[in-house]
């Protein structure tokens, strides 16, 4: 029973529209999504990015080298970040992220990914925006940077329900 809670609550939003509402982005706005990294995210995360790091795979390795259990990979946690922009403006093309590691983030634990839009200009019908990106575990900031992104609008979509299966 507790593998089908993790799963149903992996993924939250936290901004809601209602369906006939038609919100715009502009600076400031702040978006966010949840999730819970599981052990099979860690696992399938290695096997695609060829990052065998005992760290992230070997809870002995990770207790010797001073941390509380295994990590999950920090590019893993910052997944969420564009994730959080291209489930609010499909088609949203994802240029440059900088990422500055704080703290780790363990498997299990919920992170919440948040996006606030710091400036947005118009060009050729597109909107090139500006983001100062940060991921949370209990209120700590366990990563934080910046990123851009060419969005096709500023109309942001109403998210969707949405479970870890549709991460996969």
Not at 126 to 152: R, W
Request: net charge positive; glycine share 6%.
């Amino acid at each position: 029973m507790m593998h089908m809670k993790r799963r149903l609550s992996s993924f939250v939003p936290f901004l809601r529209f209602s369906s006939s509402t038609s919100v715009m982005l502009k600076s400031g706005d702040v978006l966010k999504q949840a999730r819970i990294f599981s052990d099979m995210d860690v696992v399938e995360y290695s096997k695609l990015s060829y990052d065998s790091n005992p760290l992230h795979l070997d809870s002995g390795y990770a207790k010797n080298a001073g941390f509380e259990e295994r990590l999950v990979p920090g590019v893993l946690v910052a997944s969420l970040l564009p994730r959080i922009i291209a489930s609010h403006f499909p088609g949203a093309v994802y240029v440059s992220q900088t990422l500055h590691f704080k703290l780790p983030a363990y498997i299990g634990e919920e992170i919440t990914g948040e996006v606030q839009a710091t400036s947005i200009r118009e060009m050729k019908k597109k909107h090139i925006a500006k983001f100062s990106t940060k991921c949370f575990k209990d209120g700590n900031l366990v990563l934080d940077g910046e990123a851009t992104a060419i969005l096709p609008t500023l109309s942001m979509e109403p998210m969707q329900s949405t479970t870890t299966s549709d991460w996969n």
